[in-house]
Structures are given as C-alpha cells and as structure tokens.
T-cell receptor, first 114, second 117 residues
Framework: AQSVTQPDIHITVSEGASLELRCNYS??????LFWYVQSPGQGLQLLLK??????LVQGIKGFEAEFKRSQSSFNLRKPSVHWSDAAEYFC????????????FGTGTRLQVTL | EAQVTQNPRYLITVTGKKLTVTCSQN?????MSWYRQDPGLGLRQIYY???????DKGDVPEGYKVSRKEKRNFPLILESPSPNQTSLYFC????????????????FGAGTRLSVL
C-alpha cells in the first residue's frame, strides 16, 4: 500500500526567508503527487500537482515542487515566505486504479514570524 | 461558483444520538469522498462513492454510513456516535473515478468540526 511521510510536524520561518517542506512517498510505480494547504478554519486548497512530464511543477501562490524519483520525494518550496503563508500543508499521493483515492501525510504546520 | 458545501460547520452532540452531516457539490462530479482529520494522523478516508448508488469503504469506515441517491449529495451518517468520532470531517469531490486524467483533482469542503460528549 502507498504511504506518505512528512517528517516535519512544525516549521517556523521568518517572513522573506525561503521555505522547503519535505515529503517522501512509498509506492511501487509512478505516483500522482499533490500538495494541499489548509488555512485556519478553512478547507483544503490544492497548491500544485504532479501527474507526469516535467518534474518541477509550479503552483499557485508562488509555490513549486520537484519530483525526485530516485529519492521518492516531492518537496515543496517557496523562495520568499509571506506571513499569509502560515497554514498547515499536506502532501498526498494518488495511485491508479483506486478510484481517485488520496493518501495523505500527517501534515506540516508552518509558522511565519515577522 | 463551483463548490463543495458541508453542513453544519460545527456540531456538538452526545453519545448515541444519531446525526447526519450533509455534503453537496454543484460541479456534476462522479466521485465523492469523506475524510476525517485528526492531529498527527492527517486525513484518512472514511467512505467514497464512484457514482449514484455506488459506495465503498475507505480506510476507517467503522461507525459510519453513507448514501448516494443523487449525484450531487453524499451525506455522512453516524447512527450511534461515540467520543472517538470527535474529529474534523471533510467532504471532497472529483470529476472522474480514475486518477489518470490530469483534471481529476479533488475539491474539498470547508469541513465540519464534530464533538461527541
């Protein structure tokens, strides 16, 4: 069965600093990978996704992620964090043949200091 | 506006009192799903539905029921809630039942925070 690991439960960065959130997955074939963001009191919003092709994907709000098959990773990055980026971030993996099911990581809570 | 609507947003109830959380989507999506979110566990799938009258268990279905009588609605039913069902619940929908299509992303509702006393 597929699984997702987000090793960092909580990360604090200063506004304007760069950000990298880690995500590792376990799956035997090429996965479909997603990053979602959950702002306080809100639902989940899709930041970006990887299905195939270019391994560096661009998303909304200035985020990007890179799929590295050799490392089974899909880390999320942003060059300069804004205070409004404070939220919880979830990495998820989807696999073929399982009717759109997503398996989520446990999430990383991002705190931004001014 | 395309959206997934859940009601209620907040609910406090007592053990054993049946409740229903409604979910409706206006995007004509085939696939709908319920997740629960618990601290340190992320989101776990409870039930899903691939189309009208087609439902199946997810990873944590015990204590829950669902139905899909209309394409747009997918209610979650707790017939005898217990305190371990205190959680944040999300409904989601996506256009198709296969993952291979690039437009096949899941849209989430705003969540329902349930407390069972």
């Amino acid at each position: 069965a597929q699984s997702v690991t987000q090793p960092d439960i909580h990360i604090t960065v200063s506004e304007g600093a760069s950000l990298e959130l880690r995500c590792n997955y376990s799956y035997g074939a090429t996965p479909y990978l997603f990053w979602y963001v959950q702002s306080p009191g809100q639902g989940l919003q899709l930041l970006l996704k990887y299905f195939s092709g270019d391994t560096l994907v661009q998303g909304i709000k200035g985020f990007e992620a890179e799929f590295k098959r050799s490392q089974s990773s899909f880390n999320l990055r942003k060059p300069s964090v804004h205070w409004s980026d404070a939220a919880e971030y979830f990495c998820a993996v989807g696999v073929t043949g399982t009717a759109s099911k997503l398996t989520f990581g446990t999430g990383t809570r991002l705190q931004v200091t001014l | 506006e395309a959206q997934v609507t859940q009601n209620p947003r907040y609910l406090i109830t007592v053990t054993g009192k049946k409740l229903t959380v409604t979910c409706s989507q206006n995007m004509n999506h085939e696939y709908m799903s319920w997740y629960r979110q618990d601290p340190g566990l992320g989101l776990r799938q409870i039930y899903y539905s691939m189309n009208v009258e087609v439902t199946d268990k997810g990873d944590v279905p015990e204590g829950y029921k669902v139905s899909r009588k209309e394409k747009r609605n997918f209610p979650l039913i707790l017939e005898s809630p217990s305190p371990n069902q205190t959680s944040l619940y999300f409904c989601a929908s996506s256009p198709t039942t296969g993952m291979a299509h690039e437009k096949n992303i899941q849209y989430f509702g705003a969540g329902t925070r349930l407390s069972v006393l």
